[in-house]
């Protein structure tokens, strides 16, 4: 998960029921798709209404599929058909829909975005949102207790960055850029358990929901919040963890030559052809690089820390925790852990759970001085 950041979207809408009536008077608004030329949706009985006027433009009784394409100017169209309107709005009053093969419930929006493309949203209810994304995030077989802690965090997360983004158009994405969600495929009973025991529990800090950040695995030492995002967090604290070392990516390596993370560095067109040598500069407490110098073959370029990761690619270099060695060319990453390092690890948070700790145990050692509750919905 990466997070405190905004894009310009275009989103709202109404959900319907499935955990508690008191979400559906304030449905998530979650963006699947960002900046896409053009998507697919299939379904029963799909009902699409122009979002503007709220017309109704196509109403199949029976299972159809239909692509939605960006035209010239803001307006969007059903290909092969008549149909367009500036916004749409596309619900299946009977089940589920699919797009892109992923499977989804309750509103699609759909708006034009930047440089000739769309956005997408699913507005559905908070409960039913978790459900779906614990598989996405962790796995339901962990033990029942580091599942529901799960919960709990993204439940307060989706919670904090609803009321942050207040008059926005989208409360979280559906990405590592805030929390990953498919959709309804990976649901399943223990997923539903979870949320269910712990039916719109929050953690709290003097009365108000937490930036409750999280990451897969700190490598031994979690991250001060200053050192990734502007604001005050004084519940996140940079404190040792032992409790990751089950982990896979507790250590990795990466390799990559100069050429190829040239490449990665494309709008530094000063740099040269290839990447040279760098430089790490300081280091924060959990030892975490806080900048890079990248030289080129022509010039250098300063990076912080987490922004040569993004550059480089996350999936690739795990975390900022990490040393270099450049050997003919080709440069040899070690490192420790996987993601920005701040708030509750994830495999930490699964060995506390296999030691006995309950969720609300677990989530306060790594959120200080915290309590929970149910915040209004």
Known sequence: MRVLTAYFCFFFGVGILFFSSADAQEPLRVLILRDVPQFSIAGEELVLKDQTTGHLLFHNQKWSSITIERLPGARLRVRGSGISAPA??????????????????????????N??????????????????????????????????AQVVAARTYARFQKVTRQGELFDVEATTADQVYGGMDKEDFLSRKAVRETDGEMILYRGDPIFAVYHSCCGGKTES???LWPGYFPYLKTMECSNCLGSPYFVWNYRVDGVRMRSSLNSMNSLGPRIVG???GQRSDSNRILQVTVQGERD????????FRRLLGRDLLRSTNFTVKEKDGVFLFAGLGWGHGAGLCQWGMKGMAEN???YRSILRHYYKNVTFGKFPR
Request: glycine share 8%; charged share 20%; aromatic share 10%.
């Open 88 to 113: 749409f709005l596309l619900a299946a009053p009977r089940g589920s829909f699919a797009i892109n093969g992923r499977r989804f419930r309750d509103q699609i929006h759909i708006y034009p975005a």
């Open 115 to 148: 440089a000739g493309s769309l956005s997408v949203i699913n507005v559905l209810p908070m409960e039913d949102y978790l459900a779906g994304l614990v598989n996405w995030e962790i796995s339901s077989q962990w033990p029942m207790e580091a599942v529901k």
């Open 225 to 227: 919040p200053e050192n």
């Open 278 to 280: 760098l430089r790490l």
């Open 300 to 307: 250098h370029l300063n990076l912080s820390g987490p922004d």
């Open 356 to 358: 006995g700790e309950n």
